[in-house]
Nanobody, 125 residues
Framework: QVQLVESGGGLVQAGGSLRLSCAAS????????AGWFRQAPGKEREFVAG????????YYGDSVRGRFTISRDNAKNTVTLQMNSLKPEDTAVYYC??????????????????WGQGTQVTVSS
């Protein structure tokens, strides 16, 4: 069992940066692939970024590639999403997700069994 808690969301102007963190509890988190998803009002949940259990492999959705960076620190059981050059269309609730059996970087929600409660990111124009 893994519990995930996101933090770091907030209000930022377009062009600014935010750093989201996902703290995981439970043993053996280093064996779990992880990812970030987001959901804007009235829209489907969207894959943002994924990372393998070791952290060696990272994956990004087309809309954030080149602006966002996912990383993890298995010693601290954390996954981080650094978001730069933010745009108003990045406004959404951001969710951290993890699963032991997920294909690294999978954009499919159903492949992740564990989810955080979400953190709001609002980018003003």
């Amino acid at each position: 069992q893994v519990q995930l808690v996101e933090s770091g969301g907030g209000l930022v102007q377009a062009g600014g940066s935010l750093r989201l963190s996902c703290a995981a509890s439970g043993r053996a988190f280093s064996r779990y692939g992880a990812g970030w998803f987001r959901q804007a009002p009235g829209k489907e949940r969207e894959f943002v970024a994924g990372i393998s259990d070791s952290g060696d492999s990272t994956y990004y959705g087309d809309s954030v590639r080149g602006r966002f960076t996912i990383s993890r620190d298995n010693a601290k059981n954390t996954v981080t999403l650094q978001m730069n050059s933010l745009k108003p269309e990045d406004t959404a609730v951001y969710y951290c997700a993890a699963d032991r059996a997920v294909v690294p970087g999978s954009p499919l929600e159903y492949e992740y069994d564990y989810w955080g409660q979400g953190t709001q990111v609002t980018v003003s124009s």
